[in-house]
């Protein structure tokens, strides 16, 4: 367990020298001065060019290209960071200035609570893991005026997890007291967006064995839309790939949430035309039950680690760490863009994920983590998040609160 102290609980001479070094020095004196104006005016030009471009410092070879600008479709073309760093000074304003020049139009930010394993009842916020209050409200703020749309994602990590735990099994020994931490924490970061203006706030992540307390989970969202109520304000849970339909507590949502972590391959090489056919019965399935549940779906991780295994084990970034297959990852990104992109159904998609740290390794043939960065992936996403304006399926209003249908 952290220790305490580092965790929120829920509970005027001539500058030519003296004069008898005579009138040479001061000719030479003038020449420096001239040779440093001129090269500060190319290096001034140099930078403005880049700024006019779409901003100083940032690197092209992460973003894939050029940079362009945020996309002006009406869906949510989104990429997540994860926001694991308190030093005030950490650069998360660099990532999301590069975020803005690959065409997403959104940013997710993605915070933790910790708990010690899946049996442990007490949730905290570790102060050393996490940005302070005040910096993230900044950071929403830096991301509107790059012209970004904001979600945030309170998620639950394990401290300590045992053999084959993580947060879709959680089972604490007293639930009264893990719910009580779970509602004060996703109230904290409620009230933050409220203040942040914040456009999508998730109420949860792949916390698949909590799913069926649809009491507590309908309080809790009644409790946080109390806290969180501006007019652009939407509510939403992000399902795990293979349990979105036991939830019964979509209707008190405004958007359904769901990953996309499916074996698209059964051990075969992941071909585009393998992966396409793949996503058809994906996709018809989950078309027909999005009509009966009469909301539009926001694909909250929509991605794969540079790994040869990536088609089949996308939620297993253990898995081939060892071999990076940057072709396979692209192939991914494809059939999945080309499967979903246009579909009216869908509100919007959050590519998994940015880099958030200086030493992260960008190089298609080292890193095998998600982050497209440096990829061939990053050209895919570029190439639709850069598409014409789409028809938006999100509300006008808050469909928890209408019998209208998602997009009526």
């Known amino acids: 367990m952290a220790n305490s102290s580092n965790a929120m609980y829920f509970q005027g001479n001539d500058r030519n020298g003296p004069g008898h070094l005579g009138e040479a020095r001061k ?32 690197k092209e070879n992460a973003i894939g290209g050029p940079p362009q600008r945020p996309s002006a479709a009406g869906e949510f073309r989104g990429i997540s960071i994860q926001l694991y760093y308190s030093d005030p000074n950490h650069p998360y304003e ?10 997403a139009n959104t940013v997710c930010f993605v915070v933790a609570a910790y708990q010690e394993n899946a049996g442990s009842a007490s949730i905290f916020i570790e102060a050393r893991k996490a ?31 045992r053999e084959g735990e993580w947060r879709g099994k959680i089972n604490p020994g007293n639930w009264d007291d893990w719910w009580e931490d779970y509602t004060n924490y996703v109230l904290h970061y409620a009230n933050l967006c409220e203040q942040g203006k914040v456009e999508i706030l998730m109420v949860g992540s792949e916390l698949v064995s909590t799913e069926t307390q649809e009491d507590r989970w309908r309080g809790l969202i009644k409790q946080v839309r109390k806290a969180f109520k501006h007019d ?30 499916y074996d698209l391959t059964g051990g075969k090489k992941p071909t585009m ?44 970034y253990y898995r081939s ?45 080292k890193g095998t983590d998600y982050i497209p960065c440096g990829k061939p992936a990053m050209q895919v996403i570029r190439e639709y998040y850069g598409r014409e304006r789409a028809p938006s399926s999100m509300p006008s209003t808050a469909t928890a609160t209408s019998s209208k249908p998602a997009g009526s």
């Open 27 to 58: 000719i030479m004196g003038r020449d420096r001065l001239l040779v440093l104006a001129i090269f500060a005016l190319i290096v001034g030009a140099a930078m403005g060019f880049r700024y006019l471009r779409g901003g100083a410092g940032v």
């Open 232 to 261: 652009k304000g939407r509510l939403s849970y992000s399902s795990n790939w293979d349990h979105y339909k036991p939830i019964a507590w979509w209707d008190d949502l405004d958007i359904i949430g769901m990953t996309t972590y």
């Open 131 to 161: 940005p302070s209050d005040q910096k993230l409200i900044r950071l929403f703020d830096h991301a509107r005026k790059r012209g970004l749309r904001t979600v945030l994602m309170p998620i639950v990590l394990l401290e300590s997890p």
């Open 273 to 316: 035309d393998v992966l396409m056919e793949a996503w058809k019965p994906i996709k018809k399935e989950i078309l027909e039950w999005q009509a009966k549940i009469n909301r539009p779906i926001l694909f909250t991780e929509v991605g794969w680690p540079n790994q040869e295994t990536c088609a089949q084990y996308p939620w297993d």
């Open 321 to 365: 760490s060892d071999k990076p297959d940057p072709q396979a990852q692209k192939n991914c990104f494809d059939a999945f863009f080309q499967t979903w992109f246009g579909e009216k159904a869908v509100a919007g998609f959050l590519v998994w994920e940015w880099r958030n740290s200086p030493a992260q390794v960008i190089d298609e043939k």
């Open 94 to 103: 660099e990532y999301i200035d590069e975020i803005a020049q690959t065409g």
